[in-house]
């Protein structure tokens, strides 16, 4: 049966390279080649973007000291139809049965692991006016490690409140956030809950339109201050910040474009 699930797979594969899909949204004033990010690198983890025609991703490469792996997005009539998550050539998991509402939403999707687990994983996201409000990842096995997150926004498509329910705990973790004006080069690509879905490092990095200054974790009483690096055309080539617990231990972000 995981020969066939794998067969069917690799089918998926090769069609997906024949759809096309709608092109990223970039703000009026910014220069769409410009804007489209080449490759991500944390540590010594490399993602690197491929895009269609028309820019729209198409799959996401990884390097890192011991893996190479990819997300491969498939997609049928211009919507993603799952996401299939390859590392050192075997297959690892893949999302997919992927629902949308009626303005275009991917609302829920269900996360399958290989070999197959007893019951899949459902993901569900809210929207408020277009943006997303809640994301639910359902431990379907063991329930209390469940994951609930709510986040608020300001008038500028920025999140300034990130909640966040601890299982087997009746605190919730509140993050508050501050930014600065320039755009953030993440916010732009479409749909990355369900791509990076199982790397919630990154969530903070990518649903708000401008880049974090700051991050106020309530629950510990601890700030994290990232330093924003830009380049002569004010995009972002790199974030600095020091890690929660120590202050002095900084971690980075750097960012590479097209042209």
């Not at 300001?154 to 009746?170: G, K």
Request: hydrophobic share 35%; charged share 20%.
């Amino acid at each position: 049966m995981e020969k066939n699930l794998a067969y069917g797979l690799a089918c998926l594969l090769l069609i997906a390279s024949c759809k096309k899909f709608d092109g990223i949204p970039i703000p009026p004033n910014a220069n769409e080649k410009e804007y489209t990010l080449k490759k991500l690198v944390h540590g010594t983890k490399e993602y690197t973007f491929y895009y269609n025609k028309k820019r729209g991703l198409d799959s996401v490469g990884i390097t890192d000291v011991k893996e190479k792996a990819v997300y491969k997005i498939v997609r049928s009539n211009n919507k993603i139809d799952s996401v299939i998550f390859i590392r050192n050539g075997s297959i690892q998991w893949y999302n997919t049965n992927v629902q949308y509402d009626s303005e275009g939403n991917i609302i829920r999707f269900e996360n399958h692991a290989i070999p197959p687990q007893p019951f899949p994983e459902p993901g569900i996201i809210t929207y408020d006016q277009g943006k997303v409000h809640t994301i639910t990842l359902i431990n379907t096995y063991l329930s209390f490690q469940s994951k609930y997150d709510t986040v608020t926004y300001n008038s500028q498509n920025d999140i300034t409140r990130w909640a966040s329910a601890i299982p087997r705990s009746i605190s919730v973790d509140v993050r508050n956030f501050t930014y600065d004006n320039k755009y953030n080069p993440l916010y732009f690509l479409e749909d990355l809950l369900i791509v990076f879905s199982e790397e919630q490092f990154l969530w903070e990095f990518f649903l708000s339109q401008h880049n974090s200054l700051t991050q106020y974790f309530q629950l510990y009483n601890v700030t994290v201050n990232y330093q924003n690096t830009y380049d002569r055309k004010n995009r972002l080539i790199k974030k600095v910040f020091n890690q929660r617990f120590d202050a002095n231990a900084l971690d980075s972000l750097t960012f590479q474009y097209m042209k």
